[in-house]
């Protein structure tokens, strides 16, 4: 075995001592995480964690370069056509969705694994490719091709990969890689390892998070389908950290968009990533394989953009704010009467409310505040389980772009 090829390579895996600068900003990470949402009315928040996983499923998608739109997904969620010819983007997006939404109903329930488990990065990758076709599983390369097989680590000569000019550990190395980054990365660790796991501190856990998510695609451990398990993986280890607010924020939109905005910022996650592969620049730049100073550069852009999400969210998400938005959307809709806005602002500080309330909320007789409820839930913005249950708020597609401004590029 050749020194390059040592697990150790991922070393520096850890910011072990963060300058003030990270520490700032994981600070206020976990001030805006407690602060997100907290006003918001929990059937109210369910249903806007629904909009974001769609959000997250389509800029995750979109930096692997499928554009499948919000719409699109919406649609999927109920169902695919065998005949659909974008059957297999609809499928991924399905799968990346149901996982997320795995991942916030285990986290709410307390049975969230350690997220830097191998089972449980093994998991994400096999529950992601659930249900996909042959076609989509064949990874062709330059001289071969093969079947991949959901959940499995690279093996073989047949499946090592270069990744622009990154050459990641050998496929038979891969085991081994991994079993040292859950060792380094570990929220949850055996007693054996409790001096390499990350411990139980929000920040370091955030340091861990950003640092995980470049160290694991470094290693690339799957033959395709890396760059999505990443992103599930930081997802789950903001839970586990507790900023993940119950799913109101996600960190791909972030990583799609950039800071700076426009194809700048489109390119900022590739710049960050690749700074972070170069090798140590000397004897100022730390005492591992790969550079220090370019692992530090990618965490503070990571947790930047996590910070920008939670005031992006935040800003959104804001009871008065949103309950503006609603009105104006009812104004707008010549399908919809003024009398509308008063139903929505009720299921959006209560939750839900029963059918019969709705000649109460409006001050209508009650035949005519029935065809107002019923304008409502005809145009999504009202459901309910059953069909005379309580009715609580809907985020449909059709409405995105009054309700949450910038949600998705313009031509979305």
């Known amino acids: 075995m050749t020194v390059e090829e040592a697990s150790t390579r991922i070393e520096p895996a850890r910011i072990e001592h963060p300058s003030g600068e990270l520490l700032d900003l994981s600070l206020e990470i976990v001030t805006r995480a407690e602060r997100l949402g907290r006003a918001l009315h929990p059937e109210t928040a369910a249903q806007l964690?629904?909009?974001v996983?769609?959000?997250n499923?389509?800029?995750?998608?979109?930096?692997?370069?499928?554009?499948?739109?919000?719409?699109?997904i919406e649609q999927a969620l109920q169902g695919i056509k065998p005949e659909d010819d974008r059957r297999d983007l609809k499928i991924e997006a399905v799968a990346h969705y149901r996982v997320q939404q795995e991942i916030d109903e285990r986290e709410a329930a307390g049975t969230l694994p350690d997220p830097a488990s191998l089972e449980f990065i093994r998991y994400l990758h096999r529950a992601f490719y659930d249900g996909a076709t042959v076609k989509m599983l064949t990874i062709v390369g330059n001289h071969h091709s093969f079947v991949m097989t959901p959940g499995e680590w690279r093996r073989g000569e047949e499946q090592d990969v270069e990744v622009g000019r990154h050459l990641p550990?050998?496929?038979?190395?891969?085991p081994d890689f991994m079993a040292y980054f859950h060792q380094r990365f570990a929220f949850q660790p055996a007693p054996e390892e409790a001096m390499m796991a990350v411990g139980r501190s929000r920040s370091a856990r955030l340091f861990a998070m950003a640092t995980a998510h470049h160290r694991f695609n470094y290693i690339h451990p799957f033959p395709d389908g890396n760059g999505r398990v990443s992103r599930l993986m930081s997802h789950a280890m903001a839970q586990a950290a507790g900023v993940g607010a119950h799913g109101l924020w996600s960190v791909s939109r972030g990583l799609a968009r950039g800071l700076a905005g426009g194809p700048e910022g489109r390119a900022e996650y590739k710049q960050h990533m690749a700074w972070a592969d170069e090798p140590r620049q000397g004897d100022r730049d730390g005492r591992g394989n790969l550079s220090f100073k370019g692992l530090e550069l990618f965490t503070s852009w990571f947790l930047r953009v996590c910070l920008d999400q939670l005031e992006y969210m935040d800003s959104l998400f804001d009871l008065k704010t949103l309950g503006g938005r609603l009105k104006r959307y009812v104004y707008r809709q010549e399908t919809l009467p003024d009398e509308c806005a008063p139903l929505l602002q009720e299921a959006l500080v209560r939750g839900e409310f029963e059918r019969g309330e709705a000649s109460r909320i409006t001050g209508l007789p009650d035949r005519s505040a029935r065809r107002v409820l019923k304008a409502l839930t005809d145009e999504g913005l009202l459901a309910s389980v059953t069909e005379k249950g309580p009715v609580s708020l809907r985020f449909p597609v059709q409405a995105l772009d009054t309700l949450f401004p910038r949600l998705y590029p313009e031509d979305v």
Do not use: C, F, K, Q
């Not at 499923?57 to 699109?72: A, C, D, F, V």
């Not at 550990?169 to 891969?174: G, L």
């Open 57 to 72: 499923t389509y800029y995750s998608n979109l930096i692997e370069g499928h554009n499948t739109r919000p719409r699109e």
């Open 53 to 55: 996983r769609i959000m």
């Open 49 to 51: 964690a629904r909009t």
């Open 169 to 174: 550990p050998a496929s038979d190395r891969v």
